[in-house]
C-alpha cells in the first residue's frame, strides 16, 4: 500500500512538473513597433564669450514623439515551477526628433535676443536587462524587466539669434552629442500563437541621468568664440506589440 502511495505521489509530481514547464525557456529574438514619447528637460543654457558677461537662456521641456522599431535578443531560464529569469538585450533602429524650439535671453547679458531653431534627437538606445516571469501556463507568460539603459542625445544647434548683438551669430562646429545612463522598468506578455512563434505587448519606461552638451559658435567670418551648454535631461515612455521566435 506504501508503494502505492508513493508511486502515485511521484507520478503527481511529474505531471505537475510537466504542466508547469514552459515553452519560453530558452533563447529567444523578436521584434516590436508601437508608440514611443521622449521628454527632454533641463533645457535652460548658458553662453559666455572672453570678455563679455554670462548669457542665460530659458528654454522649456521639449517632446520627440514616434514609431520605434525595437529588435531583441534573450535567454529564459527555469527557476521555479513556475517562474523563469530572464536575461536581455534590445536596440532601438529609430531616431526620435523634437520638432524646433526657441530659447529666450533671461537675463540682462542677453539683450532679450532669441536663439532660434534648436531641436534635439534621440537615438542608439540600447537596453541590458533581467526579466523575472510567471508562467501563467505553458504558452502564456507575464514578466516584468528592469536593467540598465544608454541612449545618445544630439542637440542641433540654431543658426542664428535674435536682435543685437547675438543677429549675425552662426554656429561653426558640428552639432554636439552625447550619451546618456539610466535605467529601465517595464511590464510585459507573452503568448505562444503557434510552435516556435509568439505575440508579445509591453510597456517600458526609461529614465536618464543628465548629460551636458556643449557647441562653440562665432559671428558670420569671424572666428568661433561663443560657447553654448547646457545639461539636458531625457525620460522616455515606450509601447510595444510584436512577434518573436522562441529557439
Keep these: 500500500m506504501k508503494k502505492k502511495l508513493l508511486v502515485a505521489s511521484l507520478l503527481a509530481l511529474a505531471g505537475t512538473g510537466a504542466m508547469a514547464q514552459s515553452a519560453f525557456e530558452g533563447f529567444y529574438g523578436q521584434v516590436g513597433t508601437?508608440?514611443?514619447?521622449?521628454?527632454?528637460?533641463?533645457?535652460?543654457?548658458?553662453?559666455?564669450?572672453?570678455?563679455?558677461?554670462?548669457?542665460?537662456?530659458?528654454?522649456g521641456n521639449q517632446n520627440a514623439n514616434g514609431l520605434p522599431i525595437v529588435a531583441g535578443l534573450g535567454f529564459n531560464l527555469a527557476v521555479a515551477p513556475s517562474w523563469l529569469l530572464g536575461l536581455g538585450v534590445d536596440y532601438s533602429f529609430l531616431n526620435q526628433k523634437s520638432s524646433n524650439y526657441n530659447s529666450t535671453g533671461a537675463n540682462a547679458a542677453a539683450n532679450g535676443a532669441t536663439l532660434n531653431g534648436s531641436n534635439l534627437e534621440a537615438s542608439n538606445r540600447i537596453n541590458v536587462f533581467l526579466a523575472p516571469g510567471y508562467v501563467?501556463?505553458?504558452?502564456?507568460?507575464?514578466?516584468?524587466?528592469?536593467?540598465?539603459?544608454?541612449?545618445?542625445?544630439?542637440?542641433?544647434?540654431?543658426?542664428?539669434?535674435?536682435?543685437?548683438?547675438?543677429?549675425?551669430?552662426?554656429?561653426?562646429?558640428?552639432?554636439?552629442?552625447?550619451?546618456?545612463?539610466?535605467?529601465?522598468?517595464?511590464?510585459?506578455?507573452?503568448?505562444?500563437?503557434?510552435?516556435?512563434?509568439?505575440?508579445?505587448?509591453?510597456?517600458?519606461?526609461?529614465?536618464?541621468?543628465?548629460t551636458n552638451i556643449s557647441s562653440v559658435g562665432g559671428a558670420v567670418g569671424q572666428a568661433a568664440n561663443y560657447n553654448l551648454s547646457n545639461s539636458p535631461r531625457l525620460s522616455t515612455m515606450q509601447l510595444l506589440v510584436g512577434v518573436g521566435y522562441k529557439f
Design 136 to 210: 501563467i501556463d505553458k504558452d502564456k507568460l507575464a514578466y516584468f524587466k528592469v536593467g540598465y539603459s544608454s541612449v545618445t542625445i544630439k542637440q542641433t544647434m540654431p543658426n542664428q539669434a535674435g536682435p543685437a548683438p547675438f543677429t549675425n551669430l552662426r554656429w561653426n562646429t558640428t552639432n554636439p552629442s552625447s550619451t546618456a545612463s539610466g535605467y529601465i522598468l517595464g511590464l510585459g506578455y507573452k503568448q505562444m500563437i503557434t510552435t516556435g512563434i509568439y505575440g508579445f505587448a509591453e510597456g517600458n519606461y526609461m529614465n536618464y541621468s543628465s
Design 34 to 59: 508601437g508608440y514611443e514619447n521622449n521628454e527632454f528637460s533641463g533645457l535652460n543654457s548658458t553662453g559666455t564669450a572672453p570678455g563679455t558677461p554670462t548669457d542665460a537662456w530659458a528654454a
